[in-house]
């Protein structure tokens, strides 16, 4: 079953981060419960695939000002019914940026697996157009960047490396934020 595959994923990820059990129990059941959920015409909402990318000093992370969103956050989109979300947020990472050369990052600790989950968010995405209150489900996998040139895509209004520690000047979302913390262990 191809949900099978995300929820191996996310169950390794609360192995990891044991503090996050409330978030990863809600996604946990939402996908137990819908089988369509990687189709973003599952209008209570739907898994996304997400990159945090990191500079190739790992000093930097690429951060896009959504179009619709009108906010700073990482690069990522919809699934639209694939189920590898590790192979949907670097196709969203390359679409939406323009870079080439994007990989899976490894940490310092040799065991660490390039396509684990590096972080899990919930958030609800307001009505727009014919597209009512929903959730995106958000699975966001860490990657490294060889070259910084990008292209500005048509889904942001601009896109920007930015220093980790300078982050927190565009942005006070708390799971952007969480993101510099666990970038630690990868520098």
Known sequence: MHRNQLLDLIEDYLDRFPEEKSTVTKIQHFIEENESCFERE?????ITGS???????????LLTHHRKLNIWVQLGGHADGD?????VAMKEAEEESGLKGLSFAQSK????????????DIHEIPARGNDPVHFHYDC????????SDYV????????????????????KESSTLRMIKKSKAFQ
């Not at 990159?51 to 992370?61: F, G, M, P, Q, T």
């Not at 065991?111 to 972080?119: C, E, L, N, P, Y």
């Open 42 to 46: 599952l209008q209570i909402g739907h």
């Open 152 to 171: 500005v895509s048509e889904e942001s209004h601009d896109l920007r490396w930015v220093e980790l520690s300078e982050i927190k000047n565009l942005t």
């Open 83 to 87: 189920s590898d979300i590790a192979r």
């Open 109 to 120: 600790i040799p065991t660490t697996v390039s396509r684990m989950i590096f972080d899990i």
């Open 140 to 147: 966001r996998f860490l990657l490294t960047a060889k070259d």
């Open 51 to 61: 990159a945090w990318i990191l500079s190739a000093d790992r000093s930097h992370a």
